[in-house]
């Protein structure tokens, strides 16, 4: 199963998207796509994917982030640069149904940051969805 996550902030944001793990499963990749525009020297986000609702950015030993993804730009222009990073993680880490994963963002001189993320799990997909059509 796949499992995707999308969120376009302008400030850092707790929580700024979360998903419901459906069932009892585990995850085996994390892909994660920040992407946004530096608009000075030292420009940076920090990106989070956890089991907390609050980041823990600052924490030592965080045992409920998945991953914690810190990129810094130093410049030498000056106008804004576009940023677009992409990272695979593979993993090994057991979830339970209804277990939520939230997706956090740190944002520090830039105009904003947009985070695309995706949690694949060994199950695959499912052959009967929730989805209904009208």
Do not use: W
């Amino acid at each position: 199963m796949i499992y995707n996550m999308y969120a376009a902030v302008a400030s850092s944001t707790d929580s700024a998207a979360t998903i419901d793990i459906r069932e009892d499963d585990t995850i085996t990749c994390v892909y994660l796509n920040p992407a946004g525009i530096a608009i000075s020297d030292g420009s940076a986000y920090v990106v989070q994917l956890s089991f907390a609702s609050t980041n823990q950015f600052t924490s030592n030993d965080a045992a409920s982030a998945i991953i914690t993804y810190r990129r810094e730009f130093e410049l030498m222009t000056s106008g804004a640069a576009a940023i677009d990073t992409h990272v695979v993680l593979p993993c090994n880490i057991p979830v339970q149904g209804g277990e939520r994963i939230h997706l956090h963002i740190l944002v520090s001189t830039m105009s904003g940051c947009n985070v695309r993320a995706s949690l694949h799990t060994s199950k695959g997909t499912r052959a009967v969805t929730s989805r209904r059509r009208g």
